[in-house]
C-alpha cells in the first residue's frame, strides 16, 4: 500500500507541475527580455530539476515495484506510462532546453510546448493509473 501510495502522489505532483509548466511558465517564456534569457533559463532549469527529479525517480521507483509484484495490468500500463515520460522527457523536453541555454529562440520555445503536450498526456494517464491502482489496495 505504502509503495502505491508513493506512486499515487508522485504521479500526481508531476500532473500538477506539467500542467502548469504547459499552460503557464512555458508561454510566458516569450516575455524575459533578451539580456535577462540566459540567467532566467539557467536558474529556470535548476530549480525546476530540484522539484522534479526526486518526484520522477520516485514515480518510476514506485512503478517498477509495483509492477514487479504483480500487481496486474494496470500496474504494468503504469509503469509504461512512468517509462513514457522519461523517454519524452529526454527525447524532447531536454534537447528543447539545450537549445534554448544560450540565447531565447521563439521557435524553439514554442516547439518546446507543442513537445510537451504528449508527456502532459502522460503524466495525467499516469495520474489515473496510479490512483486506481490506489484504489484498489
Wanted: glycine share 6%; hydrophobic share 60%.
Amino acid at each position: 500500500m505504502a509503495v502505491a501510495l508513493v506512486n499515487a502522489f508522485c504521479a500526481c505532483a508531476m500532473t500538477g507541475v506539467i500542467w502548469f509548466v504547459q499552460l503557464v511558465h512555458y508561454p510566458l517564456f516569450e516575455r524575459v527580455g533578451e539580456d535577462e534569457w540566459t540567467g532566467y533559463h539557467r536558474d529556470h532549469t535548476t530549480r525546476v530539476t530540484w522539484v522534479v527529479a526526486p518526484l520522477m525517480v520516485a514515480e518510476l521507483a514506485a512503478s517498477v515495484v509495483l509492477a514487479a509484484q504483480k500487481q496486474g495490468a494496470l500496474a504494468a500500463i503504469g509503469l509504461a506510462l512512468a517509462a513514457a515520460t522519461w523517454a519524452l522527457t529526454f527525447a524532447l523536453a531536454v534537447p528543447g532546453h539545450r537549445r534554448l541555454e544560450a540565447a531565447f529562440d521563439a521557435g524553439a520555445a514554442r516547439r518546446l510546448v507543442s513537445a510537451g503536450w504528449p508527456r502532459t498526456a502522460a503524466w495525467t494517464a499516469h495520474a489515473a493509473v496510479a490512483l486506481a491502482l490506489l484504489a484498489q489496495g
